[in-house]
């Protein structure tokens, strides 16, 4: 076992950890032609660099941060900003599912410990994207009842509250050190699982566990494989 004890909870982030987060693709097919090709994938960095900056202020639902950060991009690069684009992005999201081999490796570390979302997600599309995962869940967390996003500290200190725990009872899983592990790390949370999925650079420093397999999750626990 990776972790010298068992944790009380293990916790996830959601989006692009457990669930294929396909905002770009969506984005590409809502605008369609109006996006050109030369400028499409500097136009999606854009956007989810002004969707983190949208999250670091004061809390707003996440069609807005969705929309905001459209918006603002579209600007930057000469595009005509559609709200009902923007809605029809938002609206994507709850179709979404998991990444291969997820189901099974929750479900097998539900037989160990128990499992938390703590997710950049409002509550209806949580809901939603959970049952897409269909596997056991103890506790949903969502920037709704937050009343804050990842990466703000606040987040996690909701987390320790809700959960009645302290930073030493939980092992945090995140497939993105920029929403997740550096909070995580600044929280003093040691027991840490970064899922490379290969959207963000291995930041080892912030001392966590890295795997490319979903898979390995359980196998960090003492636990065997899953079989698909």
Same mark, same amino acid.
């Given at each position: 076992?990776?972790?010298?004890?068992?944790?009380?909870?293990?916790?996830?982030?959601?989006?692009?950890?457990? =669930?294929?987060?396909?905002?770009? *693709? &969506?984005?590409?097919?809502? /605008?369609?032609?109006? %996006?050109? #090709?030369?400028?499409?994938?500097?136009?999606?960095?854009?956007?989810?660099?002004?969707?983190?900056?949208?999250?670091?202020?004061?809390?707003?639902?996440?069609?807005?941060?969705?929309?905001?950060?459209?918006?603002?991009?579209?600007?930057?690069?000469?595009?005509?900003?559609?709200?009902?684009?923007?809605?029809?992005?938002?609206?994507?999201?709850?179709?979404?599912?998991?990444?291969?081999?997820?189901?099974?490796?929750?479900?097998?570390?539900?037989?160990?410990?128990?499992?938390? =979302?703590?997710?950049?997600?409002? *509550? &209806?599309?949580?809901?939603? /994207?959970?049952?897409? %995962?269909? #596997?056991?869940?103890?506790?949903?967390?969502?920037?709704?009842?937050?009343?804050?996003?990842?990466?703000?500290?606040?987040?996690?200190?909701?987390?320790?509250?809700?959960?009645?725990?302290?930073?030493?009872?939980?092992?945090?899983?995140?497939?993105?050190?920029?929403?997740?592990?550096?909070?995580?790390?600044?929280?003093?949370?040691?027991?840490?699982?970064?899922?490379?999925?290969?959207?963000?650079?291995?930041?080892?420093?912030?001392?966590?566990?890295?795997?490319?397999?979903?898979?390995?999750?359980?196998?960090?626990?003492?636990?065997?494989?899953?079989?698909?």
């Amino acid at each position: 076992m990776a972790f010298e004890t068992t944790p009380k909870f293990v916790t996830f982030d959601m989006n692009g950890t457990l =669930i294929r987060f396909r905002i770009s *693709d &969506a984005i590409r097919e809502v /605008l369609g032609d109006r %996006l050109p #090709a030369e400028i499409a994938d500097d136009f999606l960095q854009a956007c989810k660099a002004y969707r983190i900056d949208e999250c670091m202020g004061d809390y707003k639902p996440f069609q807005q941060i969705v929309a905001q950060s459209m918006e603002r991009a579209m600007r930057g690069f000469g595009l005509q900003f559609r709200a009902a684009d923007a809605r029809a992005v938002y609206d994507h999201i709850p179709t979404w599912g998991p990444y291969p081999g997820v189901t099974e490796a929750l479900r097998r570390l539900a037989e160990e410990v128990p499992l938390v =979302i703590v997710t950049n997600s409002d *509550d &209806a599309h949580a809901a939603r /994207l959970v049952e897409n %995962l269909q #596997a056991p869940f103890e506790v949903v967390i969502t920037a709704e009842q937050m009343g804050v996003y990842k990466p703000r500290l606040r987040a996690f200190e909701y987390m320790f509250d809700k959960l009645g725990v302290t930073p030493e009872d939980i092992v945090h899983v995140s497939a993105s050190p920029m929403y997740d592990l550096r909070s995580a790390a600044v929280m003093g949370i040691k027991n840490k699982v970064y899922v490379d999925r290969g959207f963000e650079a291995d930041e080892h420093w912030l001392g966590y566990e890295r795997i490319t397999d979903i898979a390995d999750l359980p196998v960090l626990f003492g636990l065997p494989r899953p079989t698909a």
